[in-house]
């Protein structure tokens, strides 16, 4: 029977109400919000004593976004944002999720719900199995579920015939024990959650400076001269971003917002710890708004590039940090060369932009030393991802701006641990010198062959080379590009599993046998044989730090993560020598492991347990390129953007609600863009509307186009709204189906979420 694989278009959509877009953002609107999500799925009482250990040193990691938290004073009711109030809500709730919930609603019946209805019915209570042809999932045992996906792991022709995805909720303790047991059973099938992210990032931060992370820490914020912030809506995404740009902006660092959209989380702030400050109009937060078209990105980067080198020729030294350029980098003769074949006028018209705003933009630039520069998907998820990023580090080594207080680079990571789940190996591509320490550590032989991400895992499933999927947390369904091509991709295998916490689409997407496993969510305690448990997780800065839940489980039925590896890997590995209950009865000795193999964890044990934690590592902050191919930082020669959209034809990027992270919907309203109770919309210039004879709320079909290939998304509401002309805006998951699997970001394989050629039929 066939499966829904996304929320389905009603035959009404009815309800939609469109407000004015607000005028600032956070505030007591934002406190309302999150304390009407704790009451609706926790309780009142229950949600404060919740959230007074939310971020603190003494409580649990938000499951929310990575953004870092105060590494010395933090607030003591109020260290989480209004979305991580929405997520501890969902992981704290009420409703549950029990053996006779399934027994009374088919896969097939769920399936038909919307991914907000399915998530919303709540926290799943037991091991849930799904025979093969069988309609309604049943109660089954740890043990026979253990069993069962070992019998299918054992009984595959090769190693690699399995895929174990990872998403970024996973702690650094069983994000170890689970690439162990990966690679002692022979493969380095590890997609994660960060191939469809930041990715890009990794790669051109690895390329240009030696480390694929972000160079700066939260301290330097409040050092900085200026901070460029493109292709991010903190608001939304990272609220407490907002927080760090406030207090920078109060110390006088200019702030220049690069956007198709205006986020007026960006624009303006009113601080929510801060009662006297909820009068008035707010602090604005942005200097210059650049509203650049959607992948035009590369095209602006090279216009500042090319003004700044015309300003260091008329006036010497006045720009460049020479002493910086002549020590610390290469290339840059090479950059100029490539710089001197594009012309302005070329490049000007992919911006959407005047060369007067481009100007003052390079006036801040040139006229301030300290510089940080953040950016997220919407830089990432383009063809040309991993040029944006390296053409950003070309205009922070002309201007010294690496290495040194109050300024660097900054990615800014969405899920709470999904840097330090690569930290701990969570990679396809892992380096020589990891899988030395771990064969020299665990006694076996580890497998060389690199391994498939998340694109080429979902083709690999496609094409029958894959038989088992394996989902460390996550909604993959509902994460990954092209919904039809994966769910089928999905459909192909023997057996899918999913350690969840809640319902998803993804347990209702499945291949011929599906196990639920259900685990411990941050909040709650971990209690093992030698007593109870914390884990540790790494933030977007590199900061590693201790996160202990201290409610009971929600179920007496439920194992964390690290337990179900454990058990799992006891299960599978007959001819193992690594003692895996031992290893999941006391996390301290899976930190003594992770010590012995991993570079920058020398006295894990003692200095997790400091408050705050410690930082790891990093050469780019130290300044220090050593490891990179020519020993410096190196600068690099990037490409703009090579659409070319036809008179019919727009670009469509997949964004967030405010009730929104990741593939989890909280609600149904967009706040901070004014829309309210409808997902299915597409945001449009009004231009474009008047030239296509649409109306505010007309229904509209889409369809994207890739190499001769159509994928078709029905009935979307249109919205007038400041968009560049030919730019559209869409939520994901609702259009993921017109993101096409092939393609994707080179170097990096992102698919190109951010970059979709569609055209737009009234219905």
Same mark, same amino acid.
């Given at each position: 029977?066939?499966?829904?694989?996304?929320?389905?278009?009603?035959?009404?959509?009815?309800?939609?109400?469109?407000?004015?877009?607000?005028?600032?953002?956070?505030?007591?609107?934002?406190?309302?919000?999150?304390?009407?999500?704790?009451?609706?799925?926790?309780?009142?009482?229950?949600?404060?004593?919740?959230?007074?250990?939310?971020?603190?040193?003494?409580?649990?990691?938000?499951?929310?976004?990575?953004?870092?938290?105060?590494?010395?004073?933090?607030?003591?009711?109020?260290?989480?944002?209004?979305?991580?109030?929405?997520?501890?809500?969902?992981?704290?709730?009420?409703?549950?999720?029990?053996?006779?919930?399934?027994?009374?609603?088919?896969?097939?019946?769920?399936?038909?719900?919307?991914?907000?209805?399915?998530?919303?019915?709540?926290?799943?209570?037991?091991?849930?199995?799904?025979?093969?042809?069988?309609?309604?999932?049943?109660?089954?045992?740890?043990?026979?579920?253990?069993?069962?996906?070992?019998?299918?792991?054992?009984?595959?022709?090769?190693?690699?015939?399995?895929?174990?995805?990872?998403?970024?909720?996973?702690?650094?303790?069983?994000?170890?024990?689970?690439?162990?047991?990966?690679?002692?059973?022979?493969?380095?099938?590890?997609?994660?959650?960060?191939?469809?992210?930041?990715?890009?990032?990794?790669?051109?931060?690895?390329?240009?400076?030696?480390?694929?992370?972000?160079?700066?820490?939260?301290?330097?914020?409040?050092?900085?001269?200026?901070?460029?912030?493109?292709?991010?809506?903190?608001?939304?995404?990272?609220?407490?971003?907002?927080?760090?740009?406030?207090?920078?902006?109060?110390?006088?660092?200019?702030?220049?917002?690069?956007?198709?959209?205006?986020?007026?989380?960006?624009?303006?702030?009113?601080?929510?710890?801060?009662?006297?400050?909820?009068?008035?109009?707010?602090?604005?937060?942005?200097?210059?708004?650049?509203?650049?078209?959607?992948?035009?990105?590369?095209?602006?980067?090279?216009?500042?590039?090319?003004?700044?080198?015309?300003?260091?020729?008329?006036?010497?030294?006045?720009?460049?940090?020479?002493?910086?350029?002549?020590?610390?980098?290469?290339?840059?003769?090479?950059?100029?060369?490539?710089?001197?074949?594009?012309?302005?006028?070329?490049?000007?018209?992919?911006?959407?932009?005047?060369?007067?705003?481009?100007?003052?933009?390079?006036?801040?630039?040139?006229?301030?030393?300290?510089?940080?520069?953040?950016?997220?998907?919407?830089?990432?998820?383009?063809?040309?991802?991993?040029?944006?990023?390296?053409?950003?580090?070309?205009?922070?080594?002309?201007?010294?701006?690496?290495?040194?207080?109050?300024?660097?680079?900054?990615?800014?990571?969405?899920?709470?641990?999904?840097?330090?789940?690569?930290?701990?190996?969570?990679?396809?591509?892992?380096?020589?010198?990891?899988?030395?320490?771990?064969?020299?550590?665990?006694?076996?032989?580890?497998?060389?062959?690199?391994?498939?991400?998340?694109?080429?895992?979902?083709?690999?499933?496609?094409?029958?080379?894959?038989?088992?999927?394996?989902?460390?947390?996550?909604?993959?369904?509902?994460?990954?590009? &092209?919904?039809?091509? /994966?769910?089928? =991709?999905?459909?192909?295998? *023997?057996?899918?599993?999913?350690?969840?916490? !809640?319902? @998803?689409?993804?347990?209702?997407?499945?291949?011929?046998?599906?196990?639920?496993?259900?685990?411990?969510?941050?909040?709650?305690?971990?209690?093992?044989?030698?007593?109870?448990?914390?884990?540790?997780?790494?933030?977007?800065?590199?900061?590693?730090?201790?996160?202990?839940?201290?409610?009971?489980?929600?179920?007496?039925?439920?194992?964390?993560?690290?337990?179900?590896?454990?058990?799992?890997?006891?299960?599978?590995?007959?001819?193992?020598?690594?003692?895996?209950?031992?290893?999941?009865?006391?996390?301290?000795?899976?930190?003594?492991?992770?010590?012995?193999?991993?570079?920058?964890?020398?006295?894990?044990?003692?200095?997790?347990?400091?408050?705050?934690?410690?930082?790891?590592?990093?050469?780019?902050?130290?300044?220090?390129? &050593?490891?990179?191919? /020519?020993?410096? =930082?190196?600068?690099?020669? *990037?490409?703009?953007?090579?659409?070319?959209? !036809?008179? @019919?034809?727009?670009?469509?990027?997949?964004?967030?609600?405010?009730?929104?992270?990741?593939?989890?919907?909280?609600?149904?309203?967009?706040?901070?863009?004014?829309?309210?109770?409808?997902?299915?919309?597409?945001?449009?210039?009004?231009?474009?509307?008047?030239?296509?004879?649409?109306?505010?709320?007309?229904?509209?079909?889409?369809?994207?186009?890739?190499?001769?290939?159509?994928?078709?998304?029905?009935?979307?509401?249109?919205?007038?709204?400041?968009?560049?002309?030919?730019?559209?805006?869409?939520?994901?998951?609702?259009?993921?189906?017109?993101?096409?699997?092939?393609?994707?970001?080179?170097?990096?394989?992102?698919?190109?979420?951010?970059?979709?050629?569609?055209?737009?039929?009234?219905?």
């Amino acid at each position: 029977m066939h499966k829904k694989t996304s929320a389905q278009p009603p035959e009404q959509l009815t309800g939609i109400q469109l407000k004015e877009v607000p005028k600032t953002s956070v505030g007591p609107k934002a406190i309302v919000s999150a304390l009407g999500h704790i009451k609706n799925e926790v309780g009142i009482i229950k949600g404060i004593g919740l959230l007074k250990n939310l971020n603190q040193k003494y409580g649990f990691d938000c499951p929310g976004c990575a953004w870092p938290d105060p590494h010395e004073k933090r607030a003591f009711l109020a260290e989480y944002c209004e979305n991580g109030a929405k997520a501890v809500a969902e992981e704290a709730t009420k409703n549950k999720v029990s053996p006779l919930f399934f027994a009374t609603h088919s896969v097939n019946d769920l399936s038909k719900l919307s991914d907000y209805e399915i998530g919303k019915k709540g926290r799943i209570t037991h091991p849930m199995y799904l025979p093969e042809g069988a309609e309604y999932y049943k109660e089954i045992s740890w043990d026979n579920a253990f069993q069962i996906i070992a019998d299918q792991l054992n009984a595959l022709k090769n190693p690699n015939e399995a895929i174990f995805y990872t998403s970024g909720r996973t702690s650094n303790e069983a994000a170890f024990l689970y690439q162990l047991f990966v690679r002692q059973f022979g493969t380095n099938n590890l997609p994660d959650c960060s191939n469809m992210c930041h990715e890009s990032s990794g790669v051109a931060l690895s390329e240009t400076l030696g480390i694929g992370k972000g160079s700066v820490t939260l301290d330097d914020f409040n050092h900085t001269d200026l901070i460029i912030v493109i292709g991010q809506n903190p608001g939304t995404n990272h609220p407490r971003m907002l927080t760090a740009l406030s207090k920078a902006k109060q110390k006088g660092s200019k702030i220049i917002t690069i956007n198709p959209l205006p986020e007026i989380g960006l624009l303006n702030f009113k601080d929510p710890q801060n009662p006297l400050k909820w009068l008035g109009n707010g602090q604005d937060l942005t200097d210059l708004f650049l509203q650049v078209k959607i992948n035009g990105d590369v095209a602006l980067l090279k216009i500042i590039l090319k003004l700044m080198i015309e300003r260091e020729k008329k006036v010497p030294n006045s720009v460049f940090d020479h002493d910086f350029i002549d020590n610390k980098t290469y290339g840059l003769a090479e950059l100029i060369k490539d710089l001197n074949t594009y012309s302005i006028d070329y490049l000007l018209p992919q911006t959407g932009l005047s060369l007067n705003e481009i100007k003052a933009a390079t006036d801040l630039i040139v006229n301030n030393k300290k510089i940080i520069i953040c950016w997220a998907m919407g830089i990432t998820q383009h063809k040309n991802g991993v040029d944006n990023i390296r053409e950003i580090v070309n205009i922070l080594l002309l201007k010294g701006s690496i290495g040194k207080k109050g300024a660097g680079t900054c990615p800014v990571r969405g899920h709470s641990n999904v840097q330090g789940d690569r930290t701990m190996g969570i990679w396809e591509k892992p380096k020589d010198h990891f899988l030395d320490n771990l064969e020299k550590e665990f006694k076996f032989k580890a497998p060389r062959k690199h391994g498939f991400d998340v694109v080429e895992s979902i083709k690999a499933m496609h094409q029958n080379k894959a038989k088992v999927f394996f989902g460390m947390g996550g909604n993959f369904i509902s994460a990954s590009p &092209d919904t039809e091509y /994966t769910a089928q =991709a999905l459909g192909n295998c *023997n057996l899918t599993v999913h350690v969840s916490t !809640k319902l @998803n689409r993804s347990h209702l997407i499945h291949g011929k046998k599906a196990l639920i496993l259900p685990c411990l969510g941050r909040s709650e305690k971990d209690i093992q044989s030698s007593g109870e448990q914390f884990v540790s997780v790494e933030n977007s800065m590199g900061i590693v730090h201790k996160s202990q839940g201290h409610l009971n489980p929600c179920s007496a039925h439920l194992l964390s993560e690290t337990a179900i590896v454990g058990n799992l890997a006891n299960k599978t590995l007959k001819n193992s020598s690594t003692n895996w209950l031992q290893l999941i009865s006391n996390y301290d000795f899976i930190r003594d492991k992770i010590e012995a193999t991993i570079p920058g964890f020398d006295n894990y044990n003692k200095r997790v347990r400091k408050e705050g934690g410690f930082y790891l590592p990093n050469n780019a902050r130290e300044n220090n390129f &050593d490891i990179t191919t /020519t020993g410096k =930082a190196n600068f690099s020669i *990037n490409s703009p953007s090579d659409i070319v959209l !036809k008179d @019919n034809e727009f670009i469509m990027m997949t964004i967030r609600t405010h009730d929104q992270y990741n593939t989890t919907i909280y609600g149904l309203n967009d706040r901070y863009r004014g829309i309210l109770n409808e997902r299915r919309v597409i945001l449009m210039n009004k231009n474009d509307m008047n030239s296509m004879n649409l109306k505010k709320l007309d229904l509209v079909d889409l369809t994207s186009h890739f190499n001769n290939e159509k994928r078709e998304a029905k009935r979307f509401l249109v919205i007038p709204y400041n968009i560049p002309q030919q730019c559209t805006a869409t939520y994901f998951p609702e259009t993921n189906v017109l993101v096409p699997i092939k393609s994707t970001a080179e170097h990096s394989n992102t698919p190109t979420s951010k970059g979709v050629i569609i055209t737009i039929t009234k219905r």
